[in-house]
């Protein structure tokens, strides 16, 4: 059965930093591809950043050289390090699942639960 946890969010000032981790459960070893999408209230959901079976790696514009996605496949943990964050970062980040890579395209079957990341200016 696979199962995706999604956790680390919380509440910083802009500039400041945070780590979400995604535990993936039920998948073979690197069997699947993972990614990072955030809603924020009045916007449609965003694919933030995404890593496949062999670590290629995608980000959205808006956090290109800001946002490091990685994976430790021994612990099934990927992490997303978000730096030099801003106040339009803020949203409920979610962590997606799938045999299938679907990079930043939301139609990832399995997702979490969500955490919330709030930026204050």
């Known amino acids: 059965r696979i199962s995706v946890a999604d956790s680390g969010g919380g509440s910083v000032q802009a500039g400041g930093s945070l780590r979400l981790s995604c535990r993936v459960s039920?998948?073979?070893?690197?069997?699947?591809?993972v990614a990072w999408f955030r809603q924020s209230p009045g916007k449609q959901r965003e694919g933030v950043a995404s890593?496949?079976?062999?670590?290629?790696?995608y980000y959205a514009d808006s956090v290109k050289g800001r946002f490091t996605i990685s994976r430790d496949d021994v612990d099934h943990i990927v992490y997303l390090q978000m730096n030099s964050l801003k106040p339009e970062d803020t949203g409920v980040y979610y962590c997606?699942?799938?045999?299938?890579?679907?990079?930043?395209?939301?139609?990832?079957?399995?997702w979490g639960q969500g955490t919330q990341v709030t930026v204050s200016s």
């Open positions: 890593v496949d079976s062999d670590e290629d790696k």
């Open positions: 997606a699942a799938d045999v299938f890579e679907y990079r930043l395209d939301p139609k990832y079957e399995f």
């Open positions: 039920g998948y073979p070893y690197r069997a699947y591809g």
